[in-house]
């Protein structure tokens, strides 16, 4: 299992239920890669530094997540598809 961190951008216009939902549905992905959360920092809605699709808002999450090699790609391949994720970034993290 590898360290990794994953950062995503939700739409502004979400309420918290459907913010839970693209929460739940996240960690549904990580657990069907085989991989585990080891923290969750939500940032909360902040100004964007350049508007995205006519958005200048966004709820910003940090994921720190145990994934094995094969993982990243698998959950970058659904973070892809949601239209509610305006922008993301997974990160391999170095061991301390």
Do not use: C, H
């Not at 995503?8 to 549905?25: F, H, Q, S």
């Amino acid at each position: 299992m590898r360290n990794y961190e994953l950062a995503y951008i939700a739409n502004p216009d979400m309420d918290d239920e459907g913010l839970t939902g693209l929460e739940e549905k996240i960690q549904g992905w990580i657990d069907a890669a085989g991989g585990k959360i080891v923290n969750v920092d939500r940032w909360g809605r902040r100004k964007l530094a350049y508007p995205i699709q006519d958005y200048r808002d966004g709820y910003y999450y940090f994921v720190d997540v145990e994934l094995p090699p094969s993982g990243p790609p698998e959950l970058e391949d659904n973070i892809r598809v949601v239209e509610d994720v305006l922008r993301y970034m997974i990160l391999r993290k170095e061991p301390a």
